[in-house]
């Protein structure tokens, strides 16, 4: 029997998705691990997973991504507890990025550096959006890799495979450039300028008070005693403030992350990234409103920035460039 050309290239092209979406399964099973021991610094290679429950370890032929998880039916095969649906969620969501990434950049053309480099830097994207929903704050080994990855991918493009890489919406290396910076220094100027210098002028009840002790001081008519009085407490309040530490409104981690996928990114998928996590920021902020309308005891789980952004980033990787450029023809601008 004789193939037709087009026969053997839609065998190679599902070949291809094939391996994406379990090489992407497999990397979503290590994300699991990776979000779940960093924050606690444990080591990723030493342990084998263990039961939350009741410890067992787990068998090798039960750790298959994804499908362990449904074969299963979510539970322990030794003490029957459930096991978290977030493992099999990770898996599945590491597993389709993977699969789009290979799907939107040919691979017939473009090889497979730039889709692999892409589905790495997604991965370290999952694990900090995770991590910072977890415990509000973000690996900086991942934070420094995922940068890495950035910079690989943009170094390729520009000066290996500009030729053969023609997909990526037409990102230049000034495109790249203006994207690390155009939404991390904002952030920057927010998160350390902006933000410490409202919280000390008009909202830190702290400051307030140090201000009206360090008026009255200089005032000449205090005999000495209620001068030592408003020293020890200047003192006092200073050292309480020292203790608090820094006021940040953003945090570092938000800013390294935005500044690495504005450089992957470039200009206009950056700034559509940012805006898709702005919004879904707002509307859970709106929830939160009206959850706490409808039950006073309502309590909000700390809030971080980080996994909205996370979200918006993953989209823009897919389609962040139509995004702007539909947006931007809506307004009449070219
Ligand atoms: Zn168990």
Not at 230 to 235: K, N
Not at 250 to 258: K, P, Q, S, T
Request: glycine share 8%; aromatic share 12%.
């Amino acid at each position: 029997m004789n193939m037709s050309y087009k026969t053997i290239e839609l065998i190679g092209t599902i070949g291809v998705y094939i391996f994406a979406f379990v090489f992407g399964a497999t990397i979503g099973s290590f994300l699991n691990v990776c979000i779940y021991r960093l924050p606690k610094g444990e080591s990723l290679v030493k342990r084998n997973s263990h039961c939350m429950t009741c410890g067992a370890e787990i068998k090798r032929y039960d750790l298959i991504p994804i499908l362990s998880w449904i074969l299963l039916k979510g539970r322990c095969r030794n003490c029957g507890e459930p096991i978290s649906p977030r493992y099999m969620i990770v898996e599945s969501l590491t597993a389709l990025c993977f699969l789009g990434v290979f799907i939107k950049f040919d691979v017939t053309f473009g090889g497979f550096v730039y889709p692999i480099l892409l589905c790495l830097f997604i991965a370290s994207v999952i694990v900090v959006g995770f991590e910072d929903f977890d415990t509000q704050e973000m690996s900086l080994s991942v934070l420094a890799v995922m940068s890495l990855f950035a910079f690989a991918e943009v170094a390729y493009l520009n000066f290996f495979a500009n030729i053969y890489v023609t997909d990526f919406s037409g990102v230049t290396l000034s495109d790249s450039i203006w994207g690390m910076f155009i939404i991390s220094v904002p952030l920057l100027l927010i998160g350390f300028v902006i933000t410490p210098i409202f919280h000390t002028f008009l909202i830190s009840e702290d400051h307030a008070a140090l201000r009206k002790l360090r008026r009255r001081i200089k005032h000449d008519t205090l005999s000495e005693n209620e001068k030592s009085k408003i020293q020890s407490l200047i003192t006092e309040i200073s050292e309480r403030i020292k203790s608090n530490g820094p006021v940040f409104g953003m945090g570092m981690g938000d800013i390294v992350l935005m500044a690495a996928a504005g450089l992957l990114l470039g200009i206009k998928a950056i700034i559509v990234s940012f805006m898709i996590g702005a919004i879904l920021a707002a509307l859970y902020a709106v929830s939160v409103i009206i959850r706490r309308r409808r039950n006073p005891d309502f309590e909000m789980k700390s809030f971080a920035f980080g996994p909205y952004l996370c979200i918006g980033i993953v989209t823009a990787v897919f389609f962040g460039n139509a995004i702007a450029n539909l947006y931007l023809s809506g307004l009449g601008i070219n």
